[in-house]
């Protein structure tokens, strides 16, 4: 599965996931600005700068941050949803920092995108979420590696500290769910899509402990 590890390490790679992430402000404006001139929004609707200068100015630095991280030393073949258990807090900060609010406005621009017919966009954050977890692996790369050389030289159990990535992707989803549960209930969606996605969250952490349990 190795569309599911980090892309190799070469300029066409490094420079994609940089223009991916430091033009999404232009890609944002593009988008809303676009929507407003055709028509799409309500004359007496709030004004198209609030989602995109809330992106400018909260969303766009932790991305900035995120991608100087993550390209410091940029690690090949390694697991998206890679997870350190020794370092467990950390990565938690990581994931859910990518999750909230990085990857929520990623999501909510694909389907904005595809409401607006706007399929590029959609698109390109499609590939904005993807650089996000690629990154996200890149900053637990140091982590991952330092625990594989304590595994080979003895320092840690092998069977309590066995990659699992079922178990991963699991979990990371529930992690997902858990957040856009919150995020509809702060924004007053409705519809009952909120007691679905706390029932899915639910559901996937039984199924991430099973895979840890059968070490899978």
Sequence with gaps: ?????????TRSVL???????ITAP???????????MRGDYPTDS???GIPIFGFAIFIYPIT???????LRNYPSNVFLFTWSRRYIYRSLFLTIVTIYPCGLMS????????AGRLYWVSAFFVLHTYCLLI?????LADIVRKETRDRESGCMNSPRNKHRPLGCVLLFAT???????????????????EPLMLLASLVMFMAASLCRFWRV
């Design 107 to 114: 999501v909510a621009m694909v389907l904005d995108g595809i």
């Design 135 to 139: 990154l996200r692996a890149s900053i």
């Design 46 to 48: 709030d004004s198209i």
């Design 64 to 70: 900035i941050f995120i991608l100087e991280r993550g």
């Design 26 to 36: 232009v890609v944002v404006w593009n988008h809303f600005f676009t929507r407003a």
């Design 1 to 9: 599965m190795n569309w599911l590890n980090t892309p190799p390490k």
């Design 15 to 21: 420079l994609a996931i940089n223009l991916t992430i």
């Design 175 to 193: 992690l997902i769910c858990l957040v856009a549960a919150l995020k509809m209930r702060v924004v007053g969606i409705n519809g009952g899509i």
